[in-house]
């Protein structure tokens, strides 16, 4: 029998999200669930698995139905509660080993961005797999910027039309107050984007990581900007996922933006984390 035929599609909010029920990922996925994941994962842009009991391996390979795993060597590979080998993995995370934090993203509330933008190839997707979260606090939302697209007034898609920005990024820094308006290391990017898949438009652009639009006064920019940031974080556009341990999560870097709430420093917070690019892109952009 057909396996894919197994899986279940639950949708997880009105505007974005699905659960995909019936898939232990210790096992492989063959082709027609790797082809059911992918539709849905175009269609849904974040995709959650919940109940698995998966080490660093099954993740990344998981996250190798979707495009190139990252496998650059230079990041936090160690965890102390993990056999470690796999290349490429990340974990964000709060717990301190040694006076040192054993991840990136540390604590407390980050801004909507999208991975990667800041570089000439963002990630297309990234994996976030929950090991431990705290009691209260900590979600991570997630905001459908091709029905933020969609919604626009008809004179605002006018303006937009072949405009770029420039995205920035520091991953020490998670509020846009913090981010240089001039950064030396930045890429430029359509404010306005094609989904490749879909064919659907979506808006280009986060709180955290859009310095400025190009071409416009500097005041201009900015205003624009926050018109558009609001638009893209009000409610109707966003889900925000409690986690609970055990849920993976994939997102898909070019339909939505994500965002963290606060949590509490004294509560341990610790996420796996794989990002997945074009296939034929180089691992060496940081
Ligand atoms: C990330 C990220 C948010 C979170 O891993 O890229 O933004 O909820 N994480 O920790
Ligand atoms: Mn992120």
Redesign the pocket.
Known sequence: MDKAQNIAIEPLSKVLGARIVGLDLRLPVDDSSGDVLREAFSYYSVLCLSDQEIEADHQADFASLFGKVDRSPHRPTDNPNERQSTRGV?Y?SNIKRDGKHIG??PDGE?HF?S?GSHRENPYRA?S?YAIKVPNSG???MFSNLAAAYDHLEEETKKRLEGLTANHVFNYNKTRREDIPKNAEAYAEHPLVRTHPITGRKSLYLSRLMTARINGLEEKESEELLLDLLDHCESPEFVYTHEWVPGDLIIWDNRSVN???KDFPREQE?L?R?FTVSEPGTSDDEV
């Open positions: 990340m964000v990136v993203l980050m961005h991975d990234t976030l900590g979600q991570t994500h965002a963290r917070r996420l984390r």
